[in-house]
C-alpha cells in the first residue's frame, strides 16, 4: 500500500486546483498587485504571501465560523487564524465589550478592573497565581524568559526540536548538520542561538544530559507539539520528567499554552495537571484582540515587585512591559471571551465535533485503502503520512509531504473549507455545528477519492 498516492497523480491534481483557484478569484490578485506597490510581497506582514502556496484571498468580512473573500467566496474556517480565532468571529459577548471598553477609553498606562478578572480567570483556569500582560505570545515567552535570566542568574534557554514560541532571537533556532544552534532564520542574532540548546522532544536521556551543564535558566516547551504539521504528543511519563529534571538541575520550565489552551479551561496544564513555574498564553484568550499573558508562581512573582533604591528612585527593574501591553481593550475581550464565550458548554462542543471530526477522516483514509495515522486531541484533527504518529520532529520531518499538504489546502479551499497555513490539522472553532464538519468531510473524502482513483 503507498504510504502517499502516486507524485504524478498528486502534481496532476494540484496544478489543475490550482489552476481553478486562481481563475475565480481575480478581484483578490487585482488587489495583491495593488498592494505590491506599497507593500513588500503585497501583504501586510511579508510571510503573509510565502505561508501560502495559492494566492492568499483578501478579506471582505467574516461571521462565527466562516469568512468571506472579495471574490464572494465563503471558507467553512478549520485553521481559525492559526488558533488565534477558536472563539469565531464577532462573538457577540466580545463585540460587546471592546465596544464598550473603546467607548469608555481603551489605553490609559494606568490599571483597569478587568485586568484583575482576567487575572483571577487565569489563575483558576492554568494554576498560577500571579499574572502579567502583553500584547502577543511571542512578548509574553520573552518576558518568561527575562524573569527566568533573573530568577536562576543563567542565560541560556532550552527548547524542543520542532517548537515554535515566536519570532524571538532565542527560540526561533534550529539544529544543522553538525548539532550546531544556529538561528532559523535571516535576521536573528547569532547571541540569541548561542545561548539556546535545542533537545529532541520525548528524549529525556537528552534533556537531562543538557541540564546537568547547570547552565540553563528555562526549558520552554508546548505541552504537545503542534507546529510541525502534525501533533506530536509526549510519551507517558515525559512531562513528569521534565518537571523532575529541571526541578533538579534548578531550571525553570515554562508551559506554552498558546495553541494547545483549546482543548479546555487550563490548556493541557490542567488537563495533565502539569506543574510549570511559568504559563504563556495569548491567540485565543481574548478572540483575537492583541492580548498576551504569562502566569507566575509566587516566588518569580516576589522577583518583579517594584523596590524603591535609596533615594525612592526605581531600582532592581526587569526588562518586562510596553506601552501597549495589556491594554484595556485587550483586556475587555479576553474578560469576554474566557467568561461567556470559552464556557464549559463550548469546549464540550468543540470536543465532540473535534471526536466527529477525527472519527470521519478515519473513515476516508480507511476507504481510499491510505496507511494515514489520523490524530485527534480535544478540538483539533489531523494527518500524518504514515501510519504512526512522529515523537519528535525529526520523524515528523521523515514523513511530511508539502506537495500533498498543499494540495489538500487548496482542495479543500475550492470546496469552500479553509485549513491553509502550517498547522497540526483542523481545528473545530466555537460556532462551528455539524455541517461545518460534515462539509470538510466531503472534501477530505473527495480528495482522497480522487487521490487513489
Ligand atoms: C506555541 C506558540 N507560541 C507562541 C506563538 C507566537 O504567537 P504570536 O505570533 O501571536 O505572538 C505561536 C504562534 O504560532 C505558537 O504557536
Known sequence: MPT???????????????????????????????????????????????????????????????????????????????????????????????HEAMLR???????????????????????????????????????????ARVATGREKVLVFDGKYHGHLDQTLVALDDTGQV???????????????????????????????????????????????????LPDPGFHVALRALTREAGALLCIDETHTQVVGPGGLTRAWGLQPDLVTAGKSIAAGVPLGAWGMCAELADLMTQRKGPDGERDGLIATGGTLFGNPLGLAAAR??????????????????????????????QRAGLPWYIHELGPRAGYVFAPQPPRNAAEARAVQDDTLARLIRVWLANRGVWEAI???????????????????????????QALVR
Open 4 to 98: 502517499t498516492a502516486s507524485a504524478s497523480r498528486m502534481r496532476e491534481l494540484k496544478e489543475r486546483e490550482d489552476a481553478r483557484y486562481h481563475a475565480a478569484r481575480p478581484k483578490s490578485t487585482a488587489l495583491r498587485q495593488r498592494a505590491s506597490a506599497v507593500m513588500p510581497n503585497g501583504v501586510p506582514m511579508a510571510w503573509m504571501r510565502g505561508s501560502y502556496h495559492h494566492e492568499p484571498p483578501w478579506v471582505a468580512g467574516a461571521a462565527g465560523a466562516h469568512f468571506t473573500d472579495v471574490d464572494g467566496f465563503s471558507y467553512a474556517d478549520f485553521n481559525i487564524a492559526d488558533m488565534s480565532m477558536f472563539c469565531g468571529y464577532a462573538p457577540a459577548p466580545v463585540v460587546r465589550a471592546t
Open 105 to 147: 477609553g481603551n489605553q490609559f498606562m494606568l490599571p483597569v478592573e478587568d485586568a484583575i478578572v482576567v487575572a483571577e480567570e487565569l489563575g483558576r483556569r492554568f494554576g498560577l497565581p500571579q499574572w502579567q500582560f502583553t500584547s502577543s505570545a511571542s512578548q509574553a515567552n520573552m518576558e518568561a524568559i527575562r524573569i
Open 182 to 232: 544556529i538561528p532559523e532564520e535571516r535576521g536573528l542574532s547569532s547571541l540569541g542561538a548561542a545561548q539556546s540548546v535545542v533537545v529532541p522532544f520525548n528524549d529525556s536521556e537528552a534533556l537531562r544530559a543538557a541540564l546537568q551543564r547547570g547552565d540553563i535558566a528555562l526549558v520552554m516547551t508546548e505541552p504537545a507539539l503542534t507546529n510541525n504539521h502534525v501533533l506530536i
Open 336 to 365: 469576554a471571551a474566557m467568561l461567556e464565550v470559552l464556557t464549559p458548554q463550548a469546549y464540550a462542543h468543540t470536543q465532540a465535533l473535534g471526536t466527529e471530526l477525527a472519527a470521519g477522516m478515519r473513515a476516508a483514509v
Open 422 to 448: 502550517v498547522g497540526a490539522g483542523p481545528t473545530v472553532p466555537v460556532p462551528a455545528v455539524r455541517e461545518d464538519v460534515a462539509l470538510y468531510l466531503e472534501a477530505f473524502d473527495g480528495l482522497l
